[in-house]
C-alpha cells in the first residue's frame, strides 16, 4: 500500500489549507490524523466508501473531508485554522473487513498566530 501525501504548510491563524492522499487502491475508510509534539496521535476525520464521516470535536464545523473513489484520494479542507491545529499530519486508511491500518509519511501544518 502506498499514500502520497501533499499539500500542508505554513498559514496564519484563520486561514485556509487543504492536504490531499492518494492511495494505490480502494480502500473502505479514508481518513486524517495528527500529532503535535509531546503530544499522542489523534483522529482528526475520517470518511468510508460510502460517504459516512466522523470528525474530532475539536474540528467539527471547520474542517470537512471527503474523497474521490475514482482516484482513490481523500482529501481535507482544513478551514479557520487555530495555532492548535498545528501538527504533523498523517493520512491512514482501512481495508474491507480488516482492522489492519496503512499510514502515509505525514506531512507538516503550521499555523501562526
Known amino acids: 500500500v502506498q499514500l502520497q501525501a501533499s499539500g500542508g504548510g505554513l498559514v496564519q491563524a484563520g486561514g485556509s489549507l487543504r492536504v490531499s492522499c492518494a492511495a494505490s487502491?480502494?480502500?473502505?475508510?479514508m481518513g486524517w490524523y495528527r500529532q503535535a509534539p509531546g503530544k499522542q496521535r489523534e483522529l482528526v476525520a475520517r470518511?468510508?466508501?460510502?460517504?459516512?464521516?466522523k470528525y474530532a470535536d475539536s474540528v467539527k464545523g471547520r474542517f470537512t473531508i471527503s474523497r474521490d473513489n475514482a482516484k482513490n484520494t481523500v482529501y481535507l479542507q482544513m478551514n479557520s485554522l487555530k495555532p492548535e491545529d498545528t501538527a504533523v499530519y498523517y493520512c491512514n486508511v482501512r481495508k474491507w473487513g480488516s482492522s489492519l491500518d496503512y499510514w502515509g509519511q505525514g506531512t507538516q501544518v503550521t499555523v501562526s498566530s
Open positions: 470518511i468510508t466508501s460510502g460517504g459516512l464521516t
Open positions: 487502491g480502494s480502500f473502505f475508510a
